[in-house]
């Protein structure tokens, strides 16, 4: 075709369509940033729920933009409008919030790149699309699903390349009378690249994470705008990364086989590239075999798993950062009083191949996290969790404030805190026999068969002095003991072992499991001072009925 049939093409196609890429270039000048910022987006498409994949691509994003003064932004990347579902995009908007991977612009907030979902942006892709028309760069291209899918079969028998390309594109060089007819007939279409790929060469990608990466060029005459009018998300990410300036595309390594398109597409444009980079999937050993983690076998691939697990988002990015920077964890270990983002992150730190998700490394993370909290933060941050999960026991949480924080405060401010929390979930678990309301049940002694011989411990109630230091406890419980014909210390009981009853720890072994129905529990001076000596007589009483 001619110039002037290309022209009068590009009319006949996209009529409404006024401006130029020149005018649209003037709307998204620069950004002005210091050398070196980075500006990241998050681009999920609306289609369904978040799931860890999804967060880490938005974390990642957060991180490096945040760490270089830059800007992270989040464009709705909703072209395919038909796998859109319906309150997805405020499921992202809602993780972002909770785990807060806050974008300093995007579709959630404003900012003067926008809009930053795409199907706001059609006549913007379709400024560039006629343009392409005019220059004979792209094409209109009307063969219907059958001719698509004839040509494909003879492709995989042939052990072709699939896809409409040199001698399959048969549209490529379609008169204009051609065209017209086409157009007359009603009959539908999409436009296509021209591509000026050659089989035979090769292209290199500088992966940030992966290092150089060589990749066939691309040949296929690429769709770039579907029959509705939509790009495809080749098309539309290239020209918003263009528009909005983005310097650094992060992105799931499936991404990989395509960036010869993309960057066939930018050069055609004339656009240069953003750097890009690759990361690896999370993955699970399953028989011996790494697969990738699955929507239908794991749970945790979900993000609503953490929260109705209990799971923080502070601990979940935590977990995140170990597996994105594999020097983190010890950094994170050896640091106790910093914020991960005090961590310097680096693309070349990132794992190459699939990383593992380690059940255990996220919960070890979560008992770390929770940890370094203080009992009233502890307290604080649970609240809302058991509003929505368990309200018996955000009641008995409302009313009995002071005991669950003095409880989880025990042993939480030395030098090695206590690690018996790693979900909101455990605190109920851990806590449950300091309130009465859960303590007193048929079940309660039932975590082991022991017959123990409550007069001594009622016994040990009449010296025992809610006030007394932890010293003087001791010193008491010591002289207590070897009243009633036990060692005061295990050392003396093995030494003379015939000589008595038992030794100290038995006393407190057994009262710890009278009153507390567990063998376990946090230092059981602060339990009894929590629960005072009324509660204390109350439950060996309890325990021998
Ligand atoms: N919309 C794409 C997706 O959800 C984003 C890919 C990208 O970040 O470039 O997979």
Redo the contacts with the bound molecule.
Sequence with gaps: MSLEERNYLAELILPNIKETPDDIEKRYPERTLKEGAKVTRF???PTGFMHIGNLE?AFLDYIFAIQSNGVFYVRL?DTDQERLVENASELIKETLTDYKIMPSEGAFSSGKYGPYVQSLRKEIYQVYIKDLIKKGLAYPCFMSKEELQEIREGQELRKEAIGVYGYYATDRDLSLEEVKKHLENGDSYVIRIKSPGDMSKQIVLHDLIKGDITLPENIIDEVIMKKDGLPT?HFA?VIDDHLMHTTT?I??DE?VPSYPKHLQLAQILGFKMPKYAHYAPLTKKENGNIRKLSKRKDPEFSVSFYKEEGIPPEAVKLFLATIINTNFEEWYLQNSDKSYLDFKFSFKKMPTGGTLFDTDKLNNICRTYFSRLSALEIYNQSLEYYKNHDNVFYELMLSNKNILVSFLDIERNGKRPRKDIATYKDIKKESSYMFSELFYNKNTYDCVEKNINCTILLNYLEIYNENDTQDEWYLKMQKFAEKNNYASTVKEYKENQTKYEGHIGTICENLRHVITGRLQTPNLYDILKILGKEELKKRIEFYQK
Excluded: A, F, I, N
């Design positions: 681009g999920p498409s691509s990347e998300y990410h595309v992105r799931g991404w």
